[in-house]
T-cell receptor, first 113, second 109 residues
Framework: DAMVIQNPRYQVTQFGKPVTLSCSQTLNHNVMYWYQQKSSQAPKLLFHYYDKDFNNEADTPDNFQSRRPNTSFCFLDIRSPGLGDAAMYLC????????????FGPGTRLTVL | DQQVKQNSPSLSVQEGRISILNCDYTNSMFDYFLWYKKYPAEGPTFLISISSIKDKNEDGRFTVFLNKSAKHLSLHIVPSQPGDSAVYFCAAIDEKLTFGTGTRLTIIP
């Protein structure tokens, strides 16, 4: 089955210790997105890649970076996690940008100690 | 500034009855609207969508209504089934997808 896979599903890190979250897709979609969702809040777009073109949201902190080494994989790097970065991180893909349906992975829940 | 609002955090409906989930938006540039469904420990799953040029879209038990003048949309589920128990997110697109905070729907057997 074509899908969006996120690893790990649960990640615990220490305050200030860099952490990387992984997303892979078998849908061969051009666009990959990273969202942050805090408890009882709406998922919030951090950035997205259209193919190799990186698009950062204006209010995404510099602490968050992303890499997309190939079509299938996209990584979210948090350089110095703070307690406020504890959240669910959702990866999504779509064939094209705009109104194309986005398909989400199961998410990675990040805990910062 | 929450551009997509779901004012009911939770809703309980008897099995077999109609579930109505509501969503309001403030950005008149939104031209496409979607509903996503989310089970615990899973990512959101696309359910149904509607373009701003339409006022209704139906897919089986699910119907979405759009009232552009009121900047309001709603999702109707008829008849409601226990498997419909989930969190439902309303979302809207102008240049990006903007989500509401979700409504937790519980179907009572």
């Amino acid at each position: 089955d074509a899908m969006v896979i996120q690893n790990p599903r649960y990640q615990v890190t220490q305050f200030g210790k860099p952490v990387t979250l992984s997303c892979s897709q078998t849908l061969n979609h051009n666009v990959m997105y990273w969202y942050q969702q805090k408890s009882s809040q709406a998922p919030k777009l951090l950035f997205h890649y259209y193919d190799k073109d990186f698009n950062n949201e204006a209010d995404t902190p510099d602490n968050f970076q992303s890499r997309r080494p190939n079509t299938s994989f996209c990584f979210l790097d948090i350089r110095s996690p703070g307690l406020g970065d504890a959240a669910m991180y959702l990866c999504a893909t779509s064939r094209a940008a705009g109104t194309d349906t986005q398909y989400f992975g199961p998410g990675t829940r990040l805990t910062v100690l | 500034d929450q551009q997509v609002k779901q004012n009911s955090p939770s809703l309980s409906v008897q099995e077999g009855r109609i579930s109505i989930l509501n969503c309001d938006y403030t950005n008149s540039m939104f031209d496409y609207f979607l509903w996503y469904k989310k089970y615990p420990a899973e990512g959101p799953t696309f359910l149904i969508s509607i373009s701003s040029i339409k006022d209704k879209n139906e897919d089986g038990r699910f119907t979405v209504f759009l009232n552009k003048s009121a900047k309001h949309l709603s999702l109707h589920i008829v008849p409601s089934q226990p498997g419909d128990s989930a969190v439902y997110f309303c979302a809207a697109i102008d240049e990006k997808l903007t989500f509401g905070t979700g409504t937790r729907l519980t179907i009572i057997p």
